[in-house]
């Protein structure tokens, strides 16, 4: 048993907080925290405490959806309209083809996500299969956790697709047989791209492959009416993208994330919540797309009950930051009318706990879960000695003023993350 100390402040539920001043964590051979204590337990008295002082413990971040090849594009494309695919996107991961470039972008990401805390993280790569592999392994050696999908992508929904139908099912085939099983910490997961690009051959495939292989998916759906509109027309029985992904097995069958959901109806989001489904909420991604404003009330899906985790996107955004995406999150929720806007506590919940639920026992400080935890310094923002804040009030700073520099350790599965020395180059 290893014990730590400092302040834990962790969120049970939405919009409820626990905070416990100079608390106690008792984390058992396996990572996972077999006690959370106001004062040591006597049973603990005479094992050695790792001490954090005055510093904050919190659950580590959970990313609900991103792609590994597009952080070169992170700002761009977002001035023009219409483009940003054919322009930026389709490009970007086509270059991800060429293997030592893949592998420092890859390397880069991982730098990137531990950087920011994100301890959890869910990514779609591209149709690629070496590139693939290499973030795969990467990832095993990083000590950070994620589920990592390939892409399938061989319908041609700009001008041409970007695989064919019968490598795209070859290579997921080959991808889960070579990777399932391999880290306790990285996990396989089907990355279908969005239903324009997707044959019904391939989605026919990959819902049948989820039940009989149990694989997590991952995928987008309703970005905007240009997708939806898409939908439409090549499904015309089904009408809806929900509905689409539903008939392939591809909707909650296995648990399944899907990001964006701008342009959604009611009908969907009740299948989201009956099927329980994720929205990963790209905050800063929603910022740069032209959508009505009622389109953005994330509420909506939280009260239908719908799970909620936030999410990057990469490319799609301009950060890999969860602090910004949370704040992202709660400026839009304020320029919804109708719906009553996010809180720092509610946001951080959605950034840890909520989307943890994705992954395993993670996002939060409480017995049976997994010690995935930051240590944050926050002196930087409590500098005036003059001035008092209780522990929510620090949380709450964090939220709104923090940054990665104010993270000043990483704990996975209870072990200290160091990425320079673990992690070979
Ligand atoms: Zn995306």
Redesign the pocket.
């Known amino acids: 048993m290893k014990l730590y100390q400092g302040n834990i402040l962790t969120t049970p539920a939405l919009g409820e907080l626990t905070a416990i001043e100079r608390g106690i964590i008792a984390v058992d051979e396996e990572g996972v925290i077999a006690g959370v204590y106001e004062t040591i337990p006597q049973q603990y008295r005479d094992l050695e405490i790792t001490d954090f002082g005055d510093q904050l413990i919190i659950p580590g971040f959970c990313d609900l959806?991103?792609?590994s090849s597009?952080a070169p594009i992170q700002g761009l494309g977002h001035d023009e309209d219409g483009t940003w695919f054919t322009k930026y996107c389709y490009p970007i991961e086509k270059k991800y083809d060429d293997l030592p470039y893949a592998h420092k972008i890859n390397r880069d990401l991982i730098e990137n996500l531990y950087k920011h805390g994100i301890l959890h993280a869910n990514i779609?790569t591209t149709t690629n299969y070496a590139s693939l592999m290499d973030l795969f392994e990467q990832y095993v050696n990083s000590g950070l956790c994620a589920t990592i999908g390939k892409m399938n992508s061989d319908y041609p929904a700009f001008g041409t697709a970007n695989e064919d139908t019968k490598t795209s099912i070859k290579e997921t085939r080959e991808f889960i047989k070579e990777t399932k099983g391999k880290s306790p910490r990285v996990q396989p997961c089907l990355a279908p791209e969005f239903v324009p690009a997707l044959s019904s051959e391939v989605m026919s495939f990959l819902g049948e492959f989820a039940k009989e292989e149990q694989l997590k998916v991952h995928s987008?759906m309703c970005?905007g009416d240009f997708d939806n509109e898409m939908v439409a027309k090549r499904f015309r029985k089904e009408k809806l993208y929900g509905r689409v992904y539903e008939r392939f097995g591809l909707f909650g069958d296995t648990p399944t994330v899907m990001?964006?959901c701008i342009t959604i109806t009611p009908e969907e989001i009740d299948l989201m919540a009956k099927k329980g489904v994720f929205l990963?909420h790209?905050a800063n991604?929603i910022l740069n797309s032209p959508s009505d404003r009622e389109l953005l009330a994330i509420r909506r899906f939280i009260d239908a009950g719908v799970p909620v985790g936030l999410?990057s996107?990469?490319?799609?955004s301009f950060t890999l930051s969860m602090l910004e995406t949370m704040r992202s999150a709660i400026f839009i929720s304020k320029q919804v009318k109708g719906y009553k806007a996010f809180s720092a506590l509610e946001v951080f919940y959605l950034a840890t706990k909520s989307g943890g639920a994705f992954f395993e026992k993670t996002g939060a400080i409480e017995p049976g879960y997994f010690f995935d935890a930051l240590i944050v310094d926050d002196k930087r923002l409590c500098r005036f000695e003059e001035v008092s804040y209780t522990l929510q009030e620090r949380l709450t700073r964090f939220v709104y003023c923090g940054e990665a520099q104010d993270i000043t350790h990483r704990y996975v599965h209870g072990q200290k993350l160091c990425l320079k020395s673990e992690f070979p180059v």
């Open positions: 959806h991103l792609h597009q779609m987008h970005e990001a964006h990963a790209c991604s999410a996107d990469s490319g799609g």
